[in-house]
């Protein structure tokens, strides 16, 4: 199945906590957990380039399956990172944090971000 496609955020778990644990303040953090944010995923072989639009907040990253690049983490840093592909799944490791990105249907990816013992899950729905 291929990653490409348009998807908006359905449903996220433990929003608040995880980003309290990455440093944001309180008034990003309320204004940021009911925004839908769009992904869009473009899939060429092993490229990939991904957008994620939320409000007026926009990350653009483009890679390539397991090369080093700089990706920008949903704090606004660059960080270096390799993305790794394991069938239907995207894993990258961004200081300190595992980021797996999964398809889990035709329609439906699931990304779940983990630091520490906190979990932060993300469902979004092809559009």
């Known amino acids: 199945m291929s990653f490409s ?46 957008t994620i639009t939320t409000g007026s907040k926009v990350i653009n990253n483009t890679f390539t399956i397991g090369q080093e690049t700089e ?10 990172g390799v993305v790794q592909r394991e069938g239907n799944k995207l894993k990258v490791c961004l200081q300190g944090i595992e980021s797996i990105t999964e398809l ?12 520490g013992n906190i979990v932060y899950k993300r469902t979004s729905k092809r559009i």
């Open 5 to 50: 496609g348009k998807y908006q955020l359905e449903a996220h778990e433990n929003f608040e906590a995880f980003m309290k644990a990455l440093g944001l303040p309180d008034e990003l953090i309320q204004k940021g957990k009911d925004a839908k944010s769009i992904s869009e995923i473009e899939e060429n072989g092993n490229n990939f380039k991904v």
């Open 104 to 115: 889990v249907d035709a329609n439906t990816i699931v990304n779940t971000m983990t630091l």
């Open 71 to 80: 990706l920008e983490s949903i704090t606004g840093e660059k960080i270096k």
